[in-house]
């Protein structure tokens, strides 16, 4: 008996062998796949490589690999516009025959009117205006509600498509990846932390916990047994600059062992990650790509990088060439757009 | 070949059997085992069993499966005062030394004469003073050490134990159980966050990012390339009260569906959990046990239990009865000390 059913042993193994090695040849393909083989590319494989390796002398523990990655501009687009400022004029559309008093009230007077000029001279003030308008003096249960509507059917501007498929296919590999290896992903954006949290599961695949940013002050409310958490019109914490590691510090409680960013309001956020002991990643999306998505850098009155771009040349951090090292932007892009 | 192999297959079989049979009737055992088999037990585990049996009506996914506890007087003991404040006296005699000026104000002066009655009467002003000057003005991580140094080597008044030491037994199993039951647990204290991500991980299995408090404004600085975070003397988030559904709105982003307390203080993190829809739980944790820990609730000035009692006594929350629920309060009783 013995002798007969060694050769089919044999056989079967061979057989099972055939069939998981495309599975593993596969395998080795869906890391990062949208990544070229440039230097971004291997310095990652390299840092999660040295991390995870059991006994190697830059091993984290688990515990430990706390990844944070700012939203706009480095997960998702951040032009013409910061989209949830685009959300913000919709919604100032959207309200105004509740707010009759908006038509002599600027800012709101020049956004209904589509009077540029004004509005951009309102400036930041007329900005955090319209913020406040559309953001507070309501639950965040009703504020999350608007914010679904709206990115269930609002389309960018340049390329049709939803807000929330204009994510950077190479950034939602990146996270799996870390994922795969351990890392708790966190987004820590200048964003407001409601708002991302309405699409963070289920786009990124980061939980509402894990969602960290700039928040309203806000107040527990118990209308004869209604309860509700009503979103105040004052600012509790402005999630940029310095106040990122500042909410690192307050909400996770320990240091992060990778960063990525896009700016120079990612600045003290990637700083603080490099100024651990062990170990550290830091990295930064340079938009360098006018074709696919869009070129700005020093420039740029949005997602200005130039203080970040320098230090991130003199202390060698990655910064990825978006034009050259990614071979797909968006999810939608069905084939590579570049080999 | 065959023949001779089955009997020895079944004798293995058996063996392992009669190997594996005791572990089983242990790890039924194992579950809260320091509870006894009263309500609040049973009242726990039909909780879980139906939150987390797939096709139950009451079965809730793991990712919402969120679990909050508050600290002080529900995870370890609050008397003859919260630890922390009692940290903050040591702390102010530690630092005397270097603040000669302490001598002669108050409540300064009177703490380090022992002037029990002028400083109770300084009252919560005073005491927000002593809690400044020793937990601000200072990095989180000079703080996190002055703390760690503490609980290494304080013990406790009455016990002599460290005060990590003085943490509820059967609370502990119950993190063990919810974890262990694909629930994420928080601590949502009126502690300082930072003090209690010193031990909260080691004594709790509750690692930093869960750790929930009352936080004080801070700054990141940059001292010529020496980076830290400055604990700034003004409160940023008092974590007690409606404090406690406004900081999980904020930080957690959802709902809990179990939540412990012991306090009024408590109350309003107790309501919010059992507004939200589908099957949830609330506990009480009622401190009837003056010959083990200690026994108080309506006139206690530390960890007043009056309001959120009645509450819980008319909406059927589960109250747990230290004194006969409880078969060991304390991890460092060695047998259990009631039946």
């Known amino acids: 008996m013995y002798q007969t059913h060694r050769p089919l042993g044999a056989m079967r193994w061979i057989l099972s062998l055939l069939l998981v090695l495309p599975l593993l040849a596969q395998a080795a393909n869906e890391v990062l796949p949208s990544w070229n083989d440039g230097p971004s590319r291997k310095a990652i494989e ?88 559309t953001h507070t003096n309501m639950t965040t249960e ?62 990124y695949g980061i939980p509402p916990e894990q969602v960290i940013g700039t928040t309203f002050a806000s107040q527990f409310q118990d209308k004869d047994g209604q309860l509700s958490i009503l979103r105040l019109p004052k600012l509790a914490h402005n999630d940029d600059g310095p106040g990122k590691p500042e909410s690192i510090d307050s909400i996770i409680g320990r240091r992060p062992i990778l960063a990525f960013g896009n700016s120079d309001g990612d600045l003290q956020m990637l700083q603080w990650t490099m100024a651990g002991k062990g170990k550290r990643f830091a990295g930064l999306v340079h938009h360098t790509d006018g074709e696919r998505e869009w070129a ?44």
Chains 1, 2 share one sequence.
């Open 46 to 133: 390299a840092f999660v490589g040295a991390v995870t390796t059991e006994g190697s002398k830059d091993f984290v523990p688990v515990a430990e690999r706390i990844a944070v990655f700012d939203n706009d501009g480095t997960l998702w687009s951040e032009q013409p516009m910061y989209f949830q400022v685009l959300f913000a004029f919709d919604e100032v559309k959207r309200m105004a025959p509740q707010h009759p008093e908006w038509k002599e009230k600027q800012p709101f007077k020049a956004l209904l009117e589509g009077d540029r000029e004004t509005l951009a001279a309102s400036g930041m003030k007329g900005l955090l205006e319209i913020v406040g308008a």
């Open 142 to 203: 009703a504020f999350s509600a608007n914010a679904e509507r709206w990115l269930a059917s609002a389309k960018h501007p340049r390329s049709g498509k939803p807000y929330t498929e204009m994510v950077f296919q190479p950034m939602l590999e990146l996270l799996d990846y870390l994922r795969a290896n351990g890392f708790k992903t966190y987004i820590v954006s200048g964003g407001e932390v409601a708002f991302m949290r309405v699409f963070a599961e289920e786009v």
């Open 296 to 339: 700005y850098d020093r420039e740029s009155k949005i997602g200005r990088l130039d203080k970040a771009l320098d230090e991130a040349k003199s202390k060698n951090w990655v910064v990825v060439d978006m034009a050259r090292e990614w071979t797909r932007v968006y999810p939608f892009e069905t084939a590579p757009s570049k080999p």
